[in-house]
T-cell receptor, first 112, second 112 residues
Framework: NAGVTQTPKFQVLKTGQSMTLQCAQDMNHEYMSWYRQDPGMGLRLIHYSVGAGITDQGEVPNGYNVSRSTTEDFPLRLLSAAPSQTSVYFC???????????FGQGTRLTVV | ELKVEQNPLFLSMQEGKNYTIYCNYSTTSDRLYWYRQDPGKSLESLFVLLSNGAVKQEGRLMASLDTKARLSTLHITAAVHDLSATYFCAVDPTDSWGKLQFGAGTQVVVTP
């Protein structure tokens, strides 16, 4: 059981480039979320989804897109990377039936 | 808007002594989580508190929840070096299932 898998683990982008951070879970969880973690600020919600085809914005959605075509996958797209998007990104999944939110190992992104 | 405040943000502990981390939140909540994070790592779930008066203990850590006061505490008994980490509380708002709101984190350093 792999849990929540994020790829890549590390990425360096140039300003203006686009890329997709991948997140997959194999626990059949309904909800999945993307967070970013910056020093001294805890984790902030970017986008989340309560099921395939349903997404909504979190606290800091600007500059990011998401889609959820399957229960398992929830990719995060950076449309035009900016240095302010340098951060560590975490994907999480959970279910109404569970009492835990499961986190991936994170993607450390640097935009230069 | 839900706010989650942790204090202190930094805690220097002496081995063998007891300490408490506080987590206040501003609205009703269905679930409150405590996580531990080691440098460069993902979040490790410590406790999930689901109801008023809930108390959970694991080793030297004990967490409690007072939903009327909107306060959770993480108590550390007889601190040891292995407990050095950053601790986060997170709240799952009653009406926003799956959208965790995190505190800023408490960095704990335990010294002899």
């Amino acid at each position: 059981n792999a849990g929540v898998t994020q790829t890549p683990k590390f990425q360096v982008l140039k300003t203006g480039q686009s890329m997709t951070l991948q997140c997959a879970q194999d626990m059949n969880h309904e909800y999945m979320s993307w967070y970013r973690q910056d020093p001294g600020m805890g984790l902030r919600l970017i986008h989340y989804s309560v099921g395939a085809g349903i997404t909504d914005q979190g606290e800091v959605p600007n500059g990011y897109n998401v889609s959820r075509s399957t229960t398992e996958d929830f990719p995060l797209r950076l449309l035009s990377a900016a240095p302010s998007q340098t951060s560590v990104y975490f994907c999480a999944s959970g279910s109404r039936d569970t009492t835990e939110a499961f986190f991936g190992q994170g993607t450390r992104l640097t935009v230069v | 808007e839900l706010k989650v405040e942790q204090n202190p943000l930094f805690l220097s502990m002496q081995e063998g002594k007891n300490y408490t981390i506080y987590c206040n939140y501003s609205t009703t909540s269905d679930r409150l989580y405590w996580y531990r994070q080691d440098p460069g790592k993902s979040l490790e779930s410590l406790f999930v508190l689901l109801s008023n008066g809930a108390v959970k203990q694991e080793g030297r850590l004990m967490a409690s929840l007072d939903t009327k006061a909107r306060l959770s505490t993480l108590h550390i008994t007889a601190a040891v070096h292995d407990l050095s980490a950053t601790y986060f509380c997170a709240v799952d708002p009653t009406d926003s299932w799956g959208k965790l709101q995190f505190g800023a984190g408490t960095q704990v350093v335990v010294t002899p």
